[in-house]
């Protein structure tokens, strides 16, 4: 059995032209999910009641559940247990221009990245569509306010889950779904070559974040499998093609890794490498855990590393620190509940 919050808003009007039903039924389903919140289907008042019927009968509800939370100033951490007792969890970030959340796309993830604590537990399956959506749901539920941007960026590799995640979106984005600015929803991938391309060809105009960390294969493949597959070459020409599809300017992140990442010269080749494109570098302090030996760079070494891209003509920010008083790393809240 599908679940109903699964469904994109095409899949609906294919599920009711099926039934022998118009296809704005699907409209009037999304507006009382998404709009007006309630998953009540007997007390749909416009859709009649051998409609209502069927639907009970085709699709099912089931949500998520909330079973933790931690805060910090500007930051909330979920933790959420699926149906098969399996944790992910999601953070929300209270910014000036309004909330963000950033969401998981996997239960684990297999990339095995050497810095990352979401890989450490390697991935159990995807998320299917309605638990990226629930994740949203139940937190705008929960605090009582709207999210205004997403960042797929949470435990797993989206682009190892395509189909969901292209879901995901269109549902989020849909105007009588979530109805997120497409522009507002960001997709982080550690440069799985393929599966960019065919998001080239999707013309979504979301924003494009690529996991890089490294500006050469020497370091790349130390802490990133995948370098092994898609090196950075590959993963750069892919990229240019990407932004000349899609006249979209890219994302680089870059988390800085004491005495791994972060020297001069790794910065001087960092612009080499990313000269002349549409890119902007994202520097990320590093969440340290306890499980993982890498340290975080001093804030001296991050600035300079950030003044040396911008003096090679690189656009380039260093990300705001966010949970840094709780389970900050992506996928600690999850690996500490699995562990007790």
């Known amino acids: 059995?599908?679940?109903?919050?699964?469904?994109?808003?095409?899949?609906?009007?294919?599920?009711?032209?099926?039934?022998?039903?118009?296809?704005?039924?699907?409209?009037?389903?999304?507006?009382?999910?998404?709009?007006?919140?309630?998953?009540?289907?007997?007390?749909?008042?416009?859709?009649?009641?051998?409609?209502?019927?069927?639907?009970?009968?085709?699709?099912?509800?089931?949500?998520?559940?909330?079973?933790?939370?931690?805060?910090?100033?500007?930051?909330?951490?979920?933790?959420?247990?699926?149906y098969d007792q399996n944790y992910i969890e999601a953070v929300v970030m209270y910014h000036d221009y309004g909330i963000s959340v950033c969401?998981?796309?996997?239960?684990?993830?297999?990339?095995?990245?050497?810095?990352?604590?979401?890989?450490?537990?390697?991935?159990?399956?995807?998320?299917?569509?309605?638990?990226?959506?629930?994740?949203?749901?139940?937190?705008?539920?929960?605090?009582?306010?709207?999210?205004?941007?997403?960042?797929?960026?949470?435990?797993?590799?989206?682009?190892?889950?395509?189909?969901?995640?292209?879901?995901?979106?269109?549902?989020?984005?849909?105007?009588?779904?979530l109805a997120i600015g497409i522009r507002h929803i960001t997709l982080s991938t550690s440069g799985i070559i393929p599966k960019i391309d065919e998001l080239k060809n999707m013309d979504l105009q979301i924003n494009l974040a690529i996991s890089l960390h490294a500006p050469n294969d020497e370091i790349r493949n130390r802490i990133m499998k995948v370098n092994k597959v898609y090196n950075i070459s590959q993963l750069i020409n892919t990229i240019k093609s990407y932004i000349a599809h899609t006249n979209?300017?890219?994302?680089?992140?870059?988390?800085?890794?004491?005495?791994?990442?972060?020297?001069?010269?790794?910065?001087?080749?960092?612009?080499?490498?990313?000269?002349?494109?549409?890119?902007?570098?994202?520097?990320?302090?590093?969440n340290e855990t306890n499980h993982l030996e890498f340290k975080k760079s001093d804030a001296k070494t991050i600035s300079k590393f950030c003044e040396t891209l911008k003096q090679n003509g690189i656009n380039v920010t260093i990300r705001k620190e966010f949970g840094s008083k709780i389970s900050a790393a992506c996928g600690q809240l999850r690996s500490k509940e699995v562990e007790r």
């Open 248 to 286: 979209r300017r890219v994302t680089i992140e870059y988390v800085m890794l004491k005495e791994i990442n972060d020297s001069e010269t790794c910065a001087i080749e960092l612009a080499h490498l990313l000269h002349g494109m549409n890119v902007y570098v994202n520097l990320i302090p590093y």
């Open 103 to 177: 969401v998981s796309s996997q239960v684990g993830c297999n990339m095995g990245c050497a810095f990352c604590e979401s890989g450490r537990l390697k991935k159990v399956r995807n998320l299917e569509t309605f638990e990226m959506v629930c994740q949203i749901l139940l937190i705008e539920e929960n605090i009582k306010e709207r999210i205004s941007s997403v960042v797929i960026m949470g435990i797993g590799e989206p682009l190892d889950n395509f189909a969901n995640v292209m879901d995901f979106i269109h549902i989020i984005n849909d105007a009588k779904g």
């Open 1 to 82: 059995m599908q679940n109903i919050y699964g469904m994109t808003r095409a899949k609906l009007e294919e599920y009711f032209t099926s039934l022998g039903e118009k296809k704005f039924k699907a409209l009037q389903v999304f507006e009382w999910l998404y709009q007006k919140k309630n998953n009540d289907v007997n007390t749909w008042s416009n859709i009649k009641k051998t409609i209502q019927e069927n639907i009970l009968k085709d699709f099912s509800f089931t949500m998520p559940k909330i079973v933790r939370q931690e805060r910090d100033t500007l930051t909330r951490k979920f933790l959420f247990l699926l």
